[in-house]
């Protein structure tokens, strides 16, 4: 299970969905390209500055003091993750 949490500062998304087998899971796929689009956004359209470590099975991304854009990046990553827990709620928990 793939388990997305957060508190005022930062995000962190742990595990694996186990929908299928790696290389085929649409799921861990779906969150990934959630995770590296939300860093290369704040990175790219705004100002604010992130620091994340991304590896298999784990991102951080830590954040403070975000403008209005950043803190709309980051809300819009919550409606692409509650989206797909709306879908896969046995792969994906937010919490």
Not at 18 to 31: H, S
Request: aromatic share 8%; net charge negative.
């Amino acid at each position: 299970m793939i388990v997305v949490s957060i508190t005022p500062n930062c995000i962190t998304v742990e595990g694996h969905a186990g929908y299928a087998e790696p290389g085929r899971d649409i799921v861990c796929a779906a969150v990934s390209v959630l995770i590296h689009n939300l860093v290369q956004s704040i990175e790219s359209l705004t100002e604010d500055s992130v620091k994340f470590n991304i590896r298999p099975g784990y991102a951080e991304i830590v954040y403070k003091d975000l403008s209005v854009e950043g803190r709309l990046l980051i809300d819009s990553f919550f409606i692409g993750v509650s989206d797909i827990v709306a879908a896969y709620a046995e792969y994906v928990q937010i919490i």
